[in-house]
């Protein structure tokens, strides 16, 4: 049991090897965090630092090769589909790629329902349940008529994106894992989506695990910011004393590899 | 400047590519014409390079496959010129055109370059394949020197050439096909987003390569295609922000970025994300709306519908590009002095978020 109150998740010593002998990885080694509740907190790191296998432990999609993960001061228990589902009603994420994020038979209505169903409300009378999906679809600028009858793939990438917010505003979690929400949208897009994110934090109360290895968005969107190199943290802190004053090599790197604008970027480090 | 070809290339002020008012349209299944690329005319010297931004759907791709000259179905060309280095290939033959223009005149490198390798071939195959293409003549031996001297060249190990793309990661992907696409020496380079899928050092790598490709005189001018402002800022001298299949701003990069006129382009500035201090005290602005449907584009200003400043006027008269002192230009009705009035008078918006 963890003693801070306000401490909604915690991991310790949390692991995750893949392979064995030759072929052994540790993608996650040993990691220590604690998310206070109602905080945005980014972790940040290159391609093949273990970020999104931390994702998936922290969601229970995979298993820890060894470590604990407490979730709201107790230690979490997915040992059955049943416990596993009650987890998930506290902890729900968005995905990096809203192509495959979707079951492609299903149409936008019925995934809808679903988060309306999962969150206790079946017996609901139907005109009730439109709705609650009209107001989730009008949280994101999305028109609910328009979409009743559609395919997830026959939304545009962003489109989709903020349909994954929709669903998150109905299922109203405690925690949301979002794993790189942006990087596959263009610029323009993206400012929409953060906005409407930290919108629906502010109005849920929740709490926003933010993966990326875009720097300038971690700095950007989070309070709290956590540099992942190899598995392991090398960094963490408020976010303004990590970006602005960064203090591991490493860190200073991901800083330098970003393009700037008022500074000038120096290429020849690479 | 140490490098003569470099020298050589800054005293001419030869324009490497030029079009002039090209229009292409895509045919679709009803029969319905969408002119993705709508009167485009632009410029590139020698030794420069050229930036294109704007949101998806707004024909960025759709220029940049249409400036090579090689047009397939539903792509189909309308109108206008292209002139490569002095040379007009507009109207010549596909073929003629993909056996001496594409890959010696004109480079492209695609947005999913990743894949663009075969996965069941090494990559000296596939490089094989690419010059046999120009010069059946050259052996077996000639080439794989000359790709060994070429990737050397570019800082990427000669191992490279005798492992299939699975055994390479994304960022040497990315770079082993740019390195492919210019073995040849092109004149012109079309990179269309071609980090958009790495992460922030691959990427920082395959900009240092493109820089260096310049430097080096492999390719002679380029053309580069992204969203990312900041990147655009970084790697090119001149930005082309395009909306609706028209050019709606043309500038110098900085002039682009910190002070634009249009106010589609003033929208995309409000999207920068970079990590400096100042970033957290400012908001970020989207666009409200999409792009309009161009099988049937408004008479008027496409931006209308989305635009804080519109008139009545800007709906019915159809908006030509109006040059502007500085090599600017921009696509507005509203004079570049009462723009830039409206601009300051605007309170510029600092409140952050409820944090």
């Known amino acids: 049991m963890l003693s801070e109150a306000n401490v909604c998740l915690a991991t310790r010593g949390l692991t995750k090897v893949f392979g064995a002998g030759r072929l052994k990885c540790v993608a996650v080694d040993h990691v220590d965090m604690d998310l206070c509740e109602g905080g945005v907190v980014s972790i940040v790191g290159e391609s093949g630092s273990g970020k999104t296998t931390l994702a998936k432990m922290l969601l229970g999609l995979i298993n820890p090769t060894e470590g604990e993960i407490y979730f709201q001061g107790k230690k979490r228990d997915i040992s059955t589909q049943k416990k596993k589902q009650e987890y998930w009603k506290g902890i729900q994420a968005i995905f990096q790629d809203p192509y495959c994020s979707y079951n492609i038979f299903r149409k936008i209505d019925a995934v809808l329902l679903d988060c309306i169903h999962m969150r206790g409300g079946r017996k609901l009378p139907r005109a009730r349940k439109t709705e609650m999906m009209e107001e989730a679809c009008s949280f994101v600028n999305l028109k609910f008529e328009e979409l009743t009858n559609k395919y997830p793939f026959e939304l545009s990438g962003g489109q989709m994106q903020r349909l994954m917010i929709a669903r998150v505003f109905l299922l109203k979690p405690k925690i949301l894992v979002a794993d790189e929400p942006t990087s596959m949208i263009d610029a323009c897009s993206r400012a929409t989506i953060l906005d409407m994110l930290m919108q629906l934090r502010n109005e849920i109360g929740m709490t926003v695990i933010f993966i990326t290895h875009d720097i300038g968005l971690a700095y950007y969107v989070s309070d709290v910011v956590y540099i992942m190199e190899h598995g392991k943290f090398v960094e963490n802190g408020c976010a303004d004393d990590v970006i602005l004053h960064p203090k591991a090599p490493y860190t200073r790197r991901l800083i330098s590899d970003v393009p700037k604008i008022h500074e000038v970027w120096d290429l020849s480090t690479v | ?355």
């Open chain 2, 1 to 355: 400047m140490e490098n003569p070809t470099l020298e050589w290339v800054i005293d001419e002020k030869i324009p490497m590519l030029e079009v002039k008012e090209l229009t292409t349209k895509y045919i679709t299944r009803f029969h319905e014409n969408v002119y993705a690329v709508d009167h485009v005319s632009l410029k590139v010297e020698a030794g420069k390079s050229l930036g294109i931004a704007g949101e998806s759907g707004c024909g960025k791709s759709t220029l940049a496959l249409s400036l090579m000259g090689y047009y397939f179905p539903p792509l189909h060309y309308t109108s206008g010129e292209i002139i490569i280095d002095g040379r007009n290939i507009t109207g010549m033959d596909p073929d003629d055109v993909r056996k001496s223009i594409l890959g010696t005149e004109i480079a492209y490198i695609p947005q999913s370059a990743m894949n663009a390798l075969n996965p069941t071939q090494k990559v000296i195959n596939f490089i094989e394949d690419v010059v046999q293409a120009h010069d059946p003549l050259k052996t077996k031996k000639e080439i794989y020197d000359l790709a060994r001297s070429s990737f050397e060249t570019l800082g990427l190990p000669a191992q490279v050439l005798q492992k299939y793309p699975v055994e390479l990661s994304g960022g040497m992907k990315q770079r082993t096909v740019i390195a492919v696409a210019v073995i040849l020496c092109p004149k012109v380079l079309i990179a269309d987003e071609p980090s958009s899928a790495l992460d922030v050092t691959s990427q920082k790598m395959v900009i240092k390569m493109l820089k260096e490709l310049m430097k080096s005189g492999f390719i002679k001018s380029m053309i580069f295609i992204t969203h990312e402002l900041p990147l655009l800022y970084n790697v090119t001298d001149e930005i082309m922000v395009m909306y609706a299949g028209q050019v709606v701003e043309k500038a110098a990069a900085a002039d682009a970025v910190f002070d634009p006129l249009h106010p589609y382009a003033k929208g995309l500035m409000g999207s920068i994300i970079v990590p400096e201090s100042g970033l957290r005290s400012t908001k970020l602005v989207a666009i409200p709306g999409v792009p309009p449907n161009l099988k049937c584009p408004p008479p008027g200003c496409r931006f209308a519908d989305r635009c804080k400043y519109v008139m009545p006027e800007c709906r019915v008269t159809m908006v030509a590009l109006r040059e502007v002192k500085g090599g600017r230009a921009y696509r507005c009705i509203i004079p570049e002095r009462e723009l830039r009035e409206i601009y300051s008078k605007e309170a510029y918006d600092t409140s952050v978020f409820a944090r």
